[in-house]
C-alpha cells in the first residue's frame, strides 16, 4: 500500500494527541481568529460551527480540572488519616494494651502479630483491614472497651474517606474519557473549518495560515511544557512552579473573554499590582522571557483574572 496523502490525515488530531492542554490553545485560538474576520459572512458561518465545539472542549476541561481538585483534596484527607494513625493513634493504642497485656504475651500478639508495620506501610486497604482486625480482635478483651471504641471508630472514619476518594477518582476517569472525545470532536471540527478554508481560499491558499497558530501545529510542544489553567473571577491561579529561570522563554495565551494579568512570583500564592508583569487582552498571544514578568530570580509564574465576576482561561507554553 502507497503512503497516505497527507490531506487525508487531520493534523489537529495527530498534533494534540496525549495533548488536550494544548487542544486548549489551538481551538480558543482558532476560534478568536474567526471572530477577528466574521464580519465576512463565509467565515461567520465557520465561526458559528465551530463556537458549540469549542464551548464543549472549555466545559469538559473545566469539569476534568474539577473533578482532579475535589480527588486530590479527598486523598489528601485519606492520607491525613494515615499520617494520623502512625503518629498518634498507634500511639494511644500500643501503650493502652500493653496496660493490660505485655508486650510479650500471647494477647499482646494477638492484637499487633506484626508490630505497627501493618499499620504503617503496605496498600492502603491493607492498612484499613489491619485497623478493622484490630477492632474485631479487641472484642475479646473486656478490659481494652475504651480502645475498641476509638479503634472502631476510626476505622470507621477511614472506610469512610477511602470510599470518597475511590468515587472522586472514578469521576476523574470518567471525566478524562468525556474530555478525550471533546478534544477528537475538536480536532473534527477544526478540520471541517481547514476544508471549508480550503474551499474558500482555494485561488489563494496563503491565507488560510493567518486562522491558525502553525507555529504549535508544525513544531507542536512536549505536553510537559504546555499548561492551561481555569481561573474565577478576580482570583489568582499558579500556571508553572519549577523550572523557570531568568533566560526561560514563554508563549503566553489569553485563551478565554476575560483580561489577565501574567507575572513571576517567588510563591505559588504571590500575588500582583497593575503595572507588574504583562497583562493580555482576551485571545490574544504575546512572546516573552521570564524577566518581562518580574524580578530575577522568581521561580513561580502566576496569572491573575482582571475581570471580577466572570471566570478566565490561560495557557502557557515553554519555549
Do not use: C
Request: no cysteine; hydrophobic share 40%; aromatic share 10%.
Amino acid at each position: 500500500m502507497g503512503t497516505s496523502w497527507h490531506y487525508l490525515s487531520n493534523t489537529f488530531l495527530v498534533v494534540t494527541e496525549n495533548s488536550t492542554k494544548l487542544m486548549m490553545i489551538l481551538s480558543p485560538d482558532n476560534r478568536a481568529r474567526l471572530q477577528a474576520e466574521s464580519a465576512d459572512l463565509d467565515i461567520l458561518a465557520m465561526l458559528n460551527l465551530f463556537i458549540p465545539i469549542d464551548d464543549a472542549l472549555s466545559a469538559g476541561y473545566q469539569e476534568w480540572v474539577s473533578a482532579g481538585a475535589f480527588y486530590r483534596g479527598a486523598t489528601l484527607a485519606f492520607e491525613n488519616l494515615l499520617s494520623e494513625l502512625n503518629d498518634t493513634k498507634l500511639d494511644l493504642w500500643i501503650p493502652q494494651v500493653q496496660v493490660v497485656f505485655a508486650a510479650s504475651t500471647p494477647e499482646y500478639l494477638t492484637l499487633f502479630p506484626d508490630g505497627r508495620t501493618p499499620f504503617t506501610s503496605g496498600a492502603y486497604d491493607i492498612r484499613i483491614n489491619t485497623v478493622k482486625a484490630l477492632g474485631d480482635n479487641l472484642a475479646s478483651y473486656p478490659g481494652l472497651v475504651a480502645t475498641k471504641t476509638d479503634v472502631d471508630a476510626f476505622y470507621t472514619t477511614l472506610l469512610s474517606t477511602r470510599a470518597d476518594q475511590q468515587q472522586k477518582e472514578e469521576t476523574v476517569r470518567l471525566k478524562s474519557d468525556l474530555l478525550e472525545t471533546e478534544r477528537v470532536n475538536t480536532a473534527v471540527g477544526m478540520y471541517t473549518t481547514l476544508g471549508n478554508l480550503m474551499a474558500k481560499f482555494a485561488s489563494d491558499p496563503a491565507q488560510i495560515d493567518r486562522f491558525f497558530d502553525l507555529s504549535l501545529i508544525q513544531n507542536p510542544p512536549k505536553d510537559k511544557n504546555t499548561f492551561a489553567v481555569i481561573v474565577a473571577g478576580g482570583d489568582t491561579a499558579n500556571v508553572i512552579s519549577e523550572g523557570i529561570t531568568d533566560t526561560t522563554q514563554f508563549k503566553l495565551f489569553n485563551t478565554g473573554d476575560t483580561a489577565g494579568r501574567f507575572f513571576t512570583s517567588t510563591s505559588a500564592t504571590g500575588t500582583s499590582e497593575p503595572g507588574e508583569g504583562i497583562e493580555l487582552a482576551p485571545n490574544t498571544n504575546t512572546t516573552v522571557v521570564a524577566t518581562d514578568l518580574g524580578d530575577p530570580g522568581n521561580t513561580f509564574l502566576n496569572v491573575t483574572n482582571l475581570d471580577p465576576t466572570n471566570q478566565g482561561s490561560y495557557s502557557v507554553v515553554i519555549l
